[in-house]
Protein backbone atom coordinates (compact mmCIF):
# COMPACT_ATOMS: atom_id res chain seq x y z
CA UNK A 1 0.00 0.00 0.00
CA UNK A 2 1.42 3.63 -1.09
CA UNK A 3 1.53 6.12 1.54
CA UNK A 4 0.74 8.67 -0.93
CA UNK A 5 -1.72 7.69 -3.87
CA UNK A 6 -1.18 9.77 -7.07
CA UNK A 7 -4.01 10.33 -9.81
CA UNK A 8 -4.35 9.78 -12.35
CA UNK A 9 -1.35 7.24 -13.27
CA UNK A 10 -1.90 8.76 -17.22
CA UNK A 11 -2.70 11.92 -18.71
CA UNK A 12 -2.41 12.45 -22.47
CA UNK A 13 -3.51 15.38 -23.34
CA UNK A 14 -2.85 18.12 -26.45
CA UNK A 15 -0.93 21.18 -26.56
CA UNK A 16 -2.08 24.15 -24.94
CA UNK A 17 -4.55 22.07 -22.70
CA UNK A 18 -4.80 22.51 -18.80
CA UNK A 19 -3.80 19.59 -16.51
CA UNK A 20 -3.88 19.13 -12.51
CA UNK A 21 -2.27 16.15 -11.00
CA UNK A 22 -3.22 15.15 -7.54
CA UNK A 23 -1.42 13.50 -4.47
CA UNK A 24 -3.14 12.87 -1.57
CA UNK A 25 -2.32 11.27 1.93
CA UNK A 26 -4.12 10.07 5.39
CA UNK A 27 -0.64 10.89 7.07
CA UNK A 28 0.34 14.48 7.37
CA UNK A 29 3.65 15.89 6.00
CA UNK A 30 5.83 18.22 7.68
CA UNK A 31 6.93 19.10 3.58
CA UNK A 32 5.54 17.79 0.21
CA UNK A 33 7.95 17.16 -2.71
CA UNK A 34 7.43 17.39 -6.33
CA UNK A 35 9.90 15.94 -9.15
CA UNK A 36 9.53 15.28 -12.84
CA UNK A 37 11.58 12.26 -14.43
CA UNK A 38 12.43 11.65 -17.87
CA UNK A 39 12.89 8.34 -19.55
CA UNK A 40 16.84 6.86 -18.89
CA UNK A 41 17.26 9.60 -15.95
CA UNK A 42 16.72 10.22 -12.47
CA UNK A 43 13.91 11.99 -11.12
CA UNK A 44 14.94 15.96 -10.60
CA UNK A 45 13.24 18.28 -7.75
CA UNK A 46 10.91 20.87 -9.37
CA UNK A 47 9.39 22.46 -5.56
CA UNK A 48 9.10 21.93 -1.93
CA UNK A 49 5.96 23.04 0.05
CA UNK A 50 5.79 23.67 3.68
CA UNK A 51 3.24 25.46 4.87
CA UNK A 52 -0.37 24.23 4.77
CA UNK A 53 -2.44 26.09 2.45
CA UNK A 54 0.99 27.21 0.47
CA UNK A 55 0.76 28.07 -3.25
CA UNK A 56 4.15 27.83 -5.05
CA UNK A 57 4.62 28.98 -9.03
CA UNK A 58 7.41 27.80 -11.05
CA UNK A 59 6.29 29.77 -14.73
CA UNK A 60 3.33 27.59 -15.70
CA UNK A 61 3.47 25.24 -13.34
CA UNK A 62 1.32 25.85 -9.93
CA UNK A 63 2.12 23.22 -6.92
CA UNK A 64 -0.41 23.42 -3.68
CA UNK A 65 -0.20 22.39 -0.38
CA UNK A 66 -3.32 21.39 1.32
CA UNK A 67 -4.10 23.07 4.38
CA UNK A 68 -3.75 19.59 6.72
CA UNK A 69 -0.51 19.02 4.82
CA UNK A 70 -1.86 15.95 4.01
CA UNK A 71 -2.44 16.30 0.25
CA UNK A 72 -1.12 18.17 -2.54
CA UNK A 73 -1.36 19.04 -6.24
CA UNK A 74 0.05 20.05 -8.84
CA UNK A 75 -1.68 22.08 -12.17
CA UNK A 76 -0.14 23.00 -15.73
CA UNK A 77 -1.09 25.57 -17.60
CA UNK A 78 -0.99 26.10 -21.52
CA UNK A 79 0.82 22.11 -21.46
CA UNK A 80 3.71 21.68 -23.61
CA UNK A 81 5.39 18.98 -25.45
CA UNK A 82 8.15 19.99 -23.00
CA UNK A 83 6.04 19.10 -19.91
CA UNK A 84 6.11 15.36 -21.06
CA UNK A 85 7.46 13.21 -18.29
CA UNK A 86 7.31 11.11 -14.94
CA UNK A 87 5.70 13.13 -12.11
CA UNK A 88 6.66 12.42 -8.61
CA UNK A 89 4.72 13.03 -5.12
CA UNK A 90 7.15 12.41 -1.97
CA UNK A 91 6.88 13.45 1.26
CA UNK A 92 8.68 12.42 4.83
CA UNK A 93 6.64 10.83 7.13
CA UNK A 94 9.53 10.89 9.77
CA UNK A 95 12.19 13.20 9.43
CA UNK A 96 14.75 12.14 7.05
CA UNK A 97 13.38 9.34 4.34
CA UNK A 98 10.71 10.46 1.49
CA UNK A 99 7.93 8.30 0.74
CA UNK A 100 6.96 8.43 -3.04
CA UNK A 101 3.83 8.15 -4.68
CA UNK A 102 3.83 5.65 -8.13
CA UNK A 103 3.64 8.35 -9.94
CA UNK A 104 1.91 10.18 -13.01
CA UNK A 105 3.15 10.05 -16.63
CA UNK A 106 1.96 13.04 -18.54
CA UNK A 107 1.82 12.74 -22.26
CA UNK A 108 1.57 16.38 -24.50
CA UNK A 109 1.27 15.58 -27.77
CA UNK A 110 2.20 18.17 -30.11
CA UNK B 1 29.94 18.00 -13.22
CA UNK B 2 27.22 16.19 -11.66
CA UNK B 3 27.44 15.74 -8.09
CA UNK B 4 26.40 12.03 -7.97
CA UNK B 5 27.08 9.12 -10.32
CA UNK B 6 25.91 5.53 -10.18
CA UNK B 7 28.05 2.90 -11.55
CA UNK B 8 27.66 0.78 -13.79
CA UNK B 9 24.89 2.11 -15.77
CA UNK B 10 23.71 -0.93 -17.12
CA UNK B 11 24.21 -4.59 -15.93
CA UNK B 12 23.26 -8.37 -16.73
CA UNK B 13 23.89 -10.84 -14.37
CA UNK B 14 22.73 -14.05 -13.80
CA UNK B 15 20.74 -16.08 -10.86
CA UNK B 16 22.46 -16.50 -7.82
CA UNK B 17 25.63 -14.57 -8.59
CA UNK B 18 26.65 -11.60 -6.39
CA UNK B 19 26.29 -7.81 -7.63
CA UNK B 20 27.56 -4.13 -6.59
CA UNK B 21 26.35 -0.94 -7.23
CA UNK B 22 28.07 2.12 -6.13
CA UNK B 23 27.05 5.45 -5.67
CA UNK B 24 29.26 8.52 -5.57
CA UNK B 25 29.15 11.50 -4.42
CA UNK B 26 30.80 15.31 -4.31
CA UNK B 27 28.54 17.45 -2.58
CA UNK B 28 29.64 16.01 0.78
CA UNK B 29 26.02 15.71 2.11
CA UNK B 30 25.34 13.22 5.14
CA UNK B 31 22.63 10.93 3.61
CA UNK B 32 22.89 8.59 1.05
CA UNK B 33 19.92 6.55 -0.02
CA UNK B 34 18.99 3.44 -2.31
CA UNK B 35 15.92 2.86 -3.97
CA UNK B 36 14.24 1.14 -6.53
CA UNK B 37 12.23 1.57 -8.93
CA UNK B 38 9.16 -0.36 -10.58
CA UNK B 39 6.38 0.27 -12.45
CA UNK B 40 3.45 0.50 -10.96
CA UNK B 41 5.34 0.79 -7.55
CA UNK B 42 6.94 3.75 -7.65
CA UNK B 43 10.29 4.27 -6.25
CA UNK B 44 10.48 2.37 -2.88
CA UNK B 45 13.96 2.56 -0.36
CA UNK B 46 15.87 -0.48 -0.21
CA UNK B 47 18.66 1.11 2.39
CA UNK B 48 19.80 4.55 3.66
CA UNK B 49 22.89 6.20 5.21
CA UNK B 50 22.80 8.61 7.38
CA UNK B 51 26.81 8.99 8.19
CA UNK B 52 29.64 7.13 7.70
CA UNK B 53 29.44 3.41 8.83
CA UNK B 54 25.51 4.57 9.65
CA UNK B 55 23.09 2.11 7.54
CA UNK B 56 19.36 1.52 7.90
CA UNK B 57 16.99 -0.75 6.68
CA UNK B 58 14.07 0.84 4.42
CA UNK B 59 10.60 -1.16 3.48
CA UNK B 60 12.00 -3.62 0.62
CA UNK B 61 15.35 -4.33 2.22
CA UNK B 62 15.16 -7.93 2.13
CA UNK B 63 18.32 -9.76 0.07
CA UNK B 64 20.48 -6.39 0.04
CA UNK B 65 22.89 -4.99 2.13
CA UNK B 66 24.89 -1.85 1.92
CA UNK B 67 27.96 -0.17 2.87
CA UNK B 68 29.81 3.20 3.76
CA UNK B 69 33.04 3.64 4.25
CA UNK B 70 34.32 6.87 3.44
CA UNK B 71 31.47 9.73 2.87
CA UNK B 72 31.64 9.81 -0.69
CA UNK B 73 30.33 6.01 -1.44
CA UNK B 74 27.36 4.19 -0.99
CA UNK B 75 27.47 0.68 -2.12
CA UNK B 76 24.46 -1.75 -2.60
CA UNK B 77 24.83 -5.33 -2.68
CA UNK B 78 23.12 -7.81 -3.49
CA UNK B 79 23.86 -11.08 -2.25
CA UNK B 80 22.66 -13.59 -4.42
CA UNK B 81 20.83 -12.10 -7.16
CA UNK B 82 17.47 -13.25 -8.24
CA UNK B 83 14.52 -12.65 -10.88
CA UNK B 84 12.28 -10.25 -8.48
CA UNK B 85 15.30 -8.15 -8.59
CA UNK B 86 15.41 -6.76 -12.09
CA UNK B 87 14.95 -3.25 -11.29
CA UNK B 88 16.19 0.15 -12.00
CA UNK B 89 18.21 1.28 -8.84
CA UNK B 90 18.83 5.17 -7.60
CA UNK B 91 21.10 6.50 -5.39
CA UNK B 92 20.02 9.99 -3.87
CA UNK B 93 21.56 12.13 -1.97
CA UNK B 94 20.45 14.79 0.44
CA UNK B 95 22.07 17.45 3.01
CA UNK B 96 19.09 17.65 5.11
CA UNK B 97 17.57 14.89 5.38
CA UNK B 98 14.11 14.69 3.84
CA UNK B 99 14.00 17.37 1.83
CA UNK B 100 15.63 18.38 -1.50
CA UNK B 101 16.71 14.66 -2.72
CA UNK B 102 19.36 14.94 -5.93
CA UNK B 103 19.10 11.62 -7.92
CA UNK B 104 21.97 9.76 -9.43
CA UNK B 105 20.83 8.41 -13.26
CA UNK B 106 20.16 5.19 -12.38
CA UNK B 107 21.30 1.41 -12.66
CA UNK B 108 19.28 -0.50 -14.71
CA UNK B 109 20.09 -4.61 -13.75
CA UNK B 110 18.75 -7.32 -15.01
CA UNK B 111 18.79 -10.68 -14.06
CA UNK B 112 18.74 -13.46 -15.90
Known amino acids: TQLLEQSPQFLSIQEGENLTVYCNSSSVFSSLQWYRQEPGEGPVLLVT?????EVKKLKRLTFQFGDARKDSSLHITAAQPGDTGLYLCAGDPNDYKLSFGAGTTVTVRA | DAGITQSPRHKVTETGTPVTLRCHQT?????MYWYRQDPGHGLRLIHY???????DKGEVSDGYSVSRSKTEDFLLTLESATSSQTSVYFC???????????FGSGTRLTVV
Open chain 2, 49 to 55: SYGVKDT
Open chain 2, 92 to 102: AISGTGGKGYT
Open chain 2, 27 to 31: ENHRY
Open chain 1, 49 to 53: VVTGG
